[in-house]
């Protein structure tokens, strides 16, 4: 018998497996699990106060680092804490290992106060799940859950640990398992693919997933610029990278208005590494599909399949001498005046540090923002992938652990800052380089446009009363101070623009309530 | 066809139903919900910037109000971060009927980015759960969920509400459906029960539900008096009348420890309303059943049944003519001094109000309480049935809205407060009487005890810090003062008592930070 208990057999094959950081709210049943972390120097156990903070930088941390970071939670409920942040990780198909904590064996059948259906919760998020029952197998079933966190295209692995499977001793460590790899595009696919591009009717390309860092970009590039095919982002992509020096192109548009001007008129509509588009919502009377009825759907990958590699063989195929078209530097001039809607975003443009990533959770407010920054410095941006709102503070948070000395900034819109807050407190406790941005317009403004745009009989007071912040308005220079996050409150760009180059300058983590007002 | 959308209906049938309030947390599927909320007057209509704090103050309300609150949740992620709050409200068998909002039903085959699978969630609830797919029949499915979640003990109810379900026309509403009312215990068994009482071995009697209530504490009082049987209530009763002019009946014990303390002897458990105790986590090798192996358990009255109406019937027979036996007015005098463990609780028993309501989530903290406020003017004490922390601030905003003008009094740990913090937000917005009591001692004080207990290897340093809460301290009251809420910081007795009258006087929420040492 091996001299390790279950939780030691695990830690140590999780960190075998490459898994380095764990994201952290334990209770009783985790605690074994906790008191092992000592004997396993290479974990990191990172603290928070909240399990939607957990996992939601779980997801930034592997967004980051592509690979998976575990999250330590408790119970079903410590797991439905987490559920909505990990929903935006099923969306962005970010590998993470979820370890959950739960009674012992052979105290289910009591049926104690934190007794549920774990199974259940963990099911709905249609990835992997196992219950690992004998302490002997503690360590081969987290070999498993990481390789099936990041079999193509990468999915939220749940492990349950029983409270005496990780206290019992012979605890076996396993060998890393290697994951499945993304499947190759066949010959056949690329090459009608490519006669697509050569019918010389109308095509916009459609590209996401894999496909959105520098490779695939510079592929869709050529594929453009050789055979003058619109070509598109996802909207919400996982991990977009931008800036001078790389092909920037276009996302689509999150309202289906904004699609339909954008595909207008094509005949082919080729999707590489994501799905046709779709109205995020349905709406009275519109249609739900957004490709437009005069277009063919053409798919090069699916999601799982390897993009880029099958971008690379179209542009072959259709671009063989063509370069991408690269964005040059080039920066907005910093604003003067009152913030608007329009001048935080130049702001930002003008001074996003090399090497930034921006968890962008700005909403409404960041309608501009994309042109602001295309030509700053690259930089990665990670979007609301599943739509699940509280997304931005822990994805920087564990952006920010991923990315090391990188600067990560988080654009935060006040109607979603409240759901995982206390992220600033682990950001501190990390002294993480963390600078947020919050666009504190006193509102559910996105939700004030979809009244109108859902046709719902808008105006009444009960209806407006409950999409407005501003009773009362929150201070969240006293929240983060609260938290130990350093705070200041910008009225003017020219603040915003001082305070941003400060926070930026200092190393840990900033905050900065910006008084942006609502776009509508 | 009616001149009712779906929506209308439903919230009209509601209010028919006897409910009038709802907490509630929109996103765009939910808009016409919202508009709806200005065509049905009744219906009051209670923000909480995150679904935790909706579900929470649900559990609240219907605690205090006896009658269930709605609540509006957007999609699956949004029951997912109610999902902890309803588990409390599972096990405290609260009544609550949850709308939640979802795609159309043409929509959902788009697999937009907030699919889920709400069903599954929404099923590990174990209670009642329908998706109403067509407008014609939502009100009748909405009659249906009040129904439900009512039927004896109560039950957390769960209507999906499809946005073409809601928005279309043709709603119509329908009467209330009277709920099935607890079954009245055989009388066999109160005769057998009554007889276990004559036996002349000890005896001890755990009660729980419904008996928690003054009617129910006196008739276990009686049979106490009259048998010489010791009295216990269930460790974490929904709602517990306690106070001068009630029988004072000591609550049976969290700590496994403390149970066979309390039961050591007995040769009978007489358990009424509840069930027989289990420990609430697995130790290793420590019993889970917490039953005296010497002790026989009788089921007077089981979850459900008419408990109160049985322990009556018992009295009846084994204490005719006995009285219960009442707690005298009493109340500890105001300590001076640097706050302990041991003093503050001599603050709140020597101040708590007339007709207080305490929402108690003070955990190791409030060890304590007990017999400081037993003497205190009657009140209300609710408490964290199921375990899954977050519960205190939310309860007690829900508990507000339902007491009126009763005072709130959440005494609240610092290790949970984090996760439903906003709901200071709300209890601002609503102008509640709240005094929130935030015993910060800077740590997870519970798992420092739970490391130890359960035989894990302590004492190593990573393992404490993440138990450790001092890095960085928390200043609750910048956080209190950022949504809204005035507060003030107390080490000393005599600033707590201060500050405690203080915020009893004026109206609406206050905090206090109460630097109260761990108790370990």
Redesign the interface.
């Known amino acids: 018998m091996s001299e390790l208990n279950g939780a030691q057999s695990l830690i140590r094959t999780l960190v075998d497996a490459g898994v380095e950081v764990c994201f952290?709210n334990?209770?009783?049943?985790e605690?074994?699990f906790?008191?092992a972390?000592?004997?396993v120097p290479e974990m990191r156990?990172v603290?928070a106060?909240?399990e939607?903070v957990v996992t939601g930088a779980a997801d930034g941390y592997a967004r980051i680092a592509d690979k998976p970071a575990a999250t330590l939670l408790h119970l079903?409920?410590?797991l439905?804490?987490g559920?909505?942040n990990l929903?935006?990780a099923r969306?962005a198909h970010t590998p993470i290992v979820n370890v959950v904590g739960d009674?012992?064996t052979?105290?289910k059948q009591?049926?104690?106060?934190?007794e549920?259906?774990i199974e259940?919760?963990a099911?709905?998020l249609?990835g992997w799940v196992r219950r690992s029952e004998h302490t002997k197998d503690v360590g081969a079933d987290a070999a498993a859950a990481v390789a099936a966190a990041q079999d193509a295209p990468g999915r939220v692995a749940t492990l349950i640990l029983p409270?005496?499977a990780s206290?019992g001793d012979g605890g076996e460590t396993c060998a890393p398992i290697p994951p499945r790899v993304p499947q190759a595009v066949d010959a056949t696919t690329v090459k009608d693919v490519a006669a697509v591009f050569g019918t010389g009717e109308p095509v916009a390309l459609l590209i996401g997933g894999g496909a959105c860092r520098e490779e695939g970009l510079r592929a869709a590039s050529r594929i453009a610029a050789a055979t003058g095919a619109k070509t598109f982002v996802e909207t919400?992509p996982s991990r977009l990278e931008r800036g001078a020096g790389l092909p920037n192109i276009e996302r689509l548009g999150y309202l289906a208005e904004q699609v339909a001007y954008q595909l207008d008129g094509i005949k082919h509509l080729v999707v590489a590494g994501t799905?046709a588009p779709?109205?995020?919502?349905?709406y009275?009377g519109k249609a739900?599909?957004l490709t437009p009825e005069s277009a063919q759907v053409h798919t090069l990958a699916s999601v799982g399949q390897d993009v880029t590699r099958a971008l690379n063989e179209v542009a072959e195929l259709v671009a063989a001498d063509i370069e991408p078209v690269l964005q040059e530097p080039s920066r907005p001039a910093l604003p003067t005046g009152p913030l608007t809607p329009q001048n935080w975003v130049d702001v930002i443009g003008a001074l996003l540090p090399e090497n930034a990533i921006i968890a962008d959770e700005a909403n409404t407010s960041g309608l501009m923002l994309p042109a602001a920054t295309a030509g700053a410095p690259r930089h990665d941006v990670l979007t609301l992938?599943?739509?699940?709102i509280?997304y931005g503070m822990p994805v920087a948070t564990g952006a920010a652990v991923a990315g090391r000395d990188r600067p990560v900034l988080n654009l935060q819109s006040d109607?979603s800052a409240?759901?995982t807050?206390?992220a600033l407190?682990t950001q501190?406790?990390e002294n993480l380089n963390v600078t947020t941005v919050l666009l504190n317009n006193r509102a559910y403004a996105?939700?004030r446009l979809?009244?109108q745009?859902?046709?719902?009989?808008?105006g009444?007071?009960?209806?407006n009363?409950?999409?407005d912040?501003s009773?009362?308005?929150?201070?969240?220079?006293?929240?983060?101070?609260?938290?130990?996050v350093p705070a200041t409150r910008a009225t003017t760009a020219e603040e915003l623009a001082e305070q941003l180059q400060r926070a930026f300058a200092e190393p840990g983590p900033h905050l900065i309530d910006a008084a942006v007002p609502p776009l509508l």
């Open positions: 952290a334990p209770g009783t049943s605690m074994h906790v008191a972390l000592d004997t156990g603290l106060l909240f939607g079903g409920p410590g439905g804490n559920l909505a929903h935006n969306r009674h012992a052979y105290h009591y049926d104690a106060p934190l549920s259906d259940a919760v099911g709905s249609e409270a005496d206290w919400f799905k779709v109205s995020f919502f349905a009275p739900s599909d992938t599943g739509g699940a509280g109607g409240l759901y807050i206390s407190w501190a406790r996105i939700l979809e009244l745009r859902v046709g719902a009989a808008s009444g007071p009960k209806a009363d409950l999409l912040l009773r009362p308005d929150m201070d969240f220079v006293k929240i983060a101070e609260g938290m130990g």
